[in-house]
């Protein structure tokens, strides 16, 4: 399902509590949700966010999805078939290059 929307490998994935939402995030940056219907066996799928540096960890919580990156974290905003261009940047400084961060 949400390997073929990513063209990278998946580094990190995240369900909502209700199990409805899959997040998955990618080496190239891509940030994507899924919209899982189990009882139609139908899914839909959208870019959350794009980073320029490879994603190592995301964090959901009330519509809410924390993307940390090699390079810097931010805070996006959960809204269907919406893709954060600017995401509010968690502290005031890129991280320090590494593996991770």
Same mark, same amino acid.
């Given at each position: 399902m949400v390997k073929k929307i990513h063209s990278t490998s998946i580094k990190c994935l995240a369900w909502d509590t209700r199990g409805a939402l899959l997040? =998955?995030?990618?080496?190239?940056?891509?940030?994507y949700a899924t919209e899982v219907d189990m009882k139609e066996g139908k899914h839909y799928?959208?870019?959350?966010?794009e980073s320029s540096s490879p994603i190592v960890e995301i964090s959901y919580s009330s519509m809410m999805l924390l993307v940390s990156s090699t390079?810097? =974290?931010?805070?996006?905003?959960?809204?269907r078939d919406v893709t954060q261009r600017n995401p509010p940047k968690v502290g005031s400084k890129d991280r320090k290059v590494g593996e991770y961060g």
């Open positions: 997040f =998955s995030a990618d080496e190239g940056g891509m940030v799928s959208w870019l959350v966010y390079a810097s =974290s931010v805070i996006c905003h959960i809204a």
